[in-house]
Antibody, heavy 127, light 112 residues
Framework: QLQLQESGPGLVKPSETLSLTCTVSGGSISSSSYYWGWIRQPPGKGLEWIGSIYYSGSTYYNPSLKSRVTISVDTSKNQFSLKLSSVTAADTAVYYC???????????????????WGQGTLVTVSS | QSALTQPASVSGSPGQSITISCTGTSSDVGGYNYVSWYQQHPGKAPKLMIYEVSNRPSGVSNRFSGSKSGNTASLTISGLQAEDEADYYCSSYTSSSTLYVVFGGGTKLTVL
């Protein structure tokens, strides 16, 4: 059974960098069938896709966050990570990691549903 | 990029059927069959209920079904049960940027 687990500080100061890691167990991150993504949910609000990575290292980011986001992968540890710089109180949220289905056709690839999710971790931005 | 449009809330009585709509554009819902639906109970992670518009993952009740017409996708829950009370989110691949995923704003389902 695939499992994803987020880890990282629960409190980050304004203007600093938020760093989270997602550890994947029960399956390999080096699969051509999936992307690995980060999604966040501010308290009482909806879901927001932050970005995704393919095991080869190709990254895809939400344009609204692109200037502050870096997602990386470590296939040797079966982990992928999120860094969000220059955080403000608006970045306070539950952060989820998830596995997304990957479809390829005619030379293009598309991201589909997130079939496995981590339990989520609350990150609060406050001094 | 705007989120997909969902009603803020829907309600129904046990045993009834309800439908939640998810409206996008030809760049997302209308252009691709990569629409999915998630159920989220308070304090829990989202759970995949429907993928590729109408497919159910293993273990998801057949009371849940999905469909799409034009730029609008729909989730139908039949035979409502108390345990179905939750927030529901739709999601779609969108071509408005390089590999981009967009979510709906969420719908609160109340079982009366």
């Amino acid at each position: 059974q695939l499992q994803l687990q987020e880890s990282g500080p629960g409190l980050v100061k304004p203007s600093e960098t938020l760093s989270l890691t997602c550890t994947v167990s029960g399956g390999s991150i080096s699969s051509s069938s999936y992307y690995w993504g980060w999604i966040r949910q501010p308290p009482g609000k909806g879901l927001e896709w932050i970005g995704s990575i393919y095991y080869s290292g190709s990254t895809y980011y939400n344009p609204s966050l692109k200037s502050r986001v870096t997602i990386s992968v470590d296939t040797s540890k079966n982990q992928f990570s999120l860094k969000l710089s220059s955080v403000t109180a608006a970045d306070t949220a539950v952060y989820y990691c998830a596995r997304h289905m990957r479809y390829c056709s005619g030379g293009s690839c598309y991201s589909g549903a997130g079939d496995y999710w981590g339990q989520g971790t609350l990150v609060t931005v406050s001094s | 990029q705007s989120a997909l449009t969902q009603p803020a809330s829907v309600s129904g009585s046990p045993g009834q059927s309800i439908t939640i709509s998810c409206t996008g554009t030809s760049s997302d819902v209308g252009g691709y069959n990569y629409v999915s639906w998630y159920q989220q109970h308070p304090g829990k992670a989202p759970k995949l209920m429907i993928y590729e518009v109408s497919n159910r993952p293993s273990g998801v009740s057949n009371r849940f079904s999905g469909s799409k017409s034009g730029n609008t996708a729909s989730l139908t829950i039949s035979g409502l049960q108390a345990e179905d009370e939750a927030d529901y989110y739709c999601s779609s691949y969108t071509s408005s940027s390089t590999l981009y995923v967009v979510f709906g704003g969420g719908t609160k389902l109340t079982v009366l």
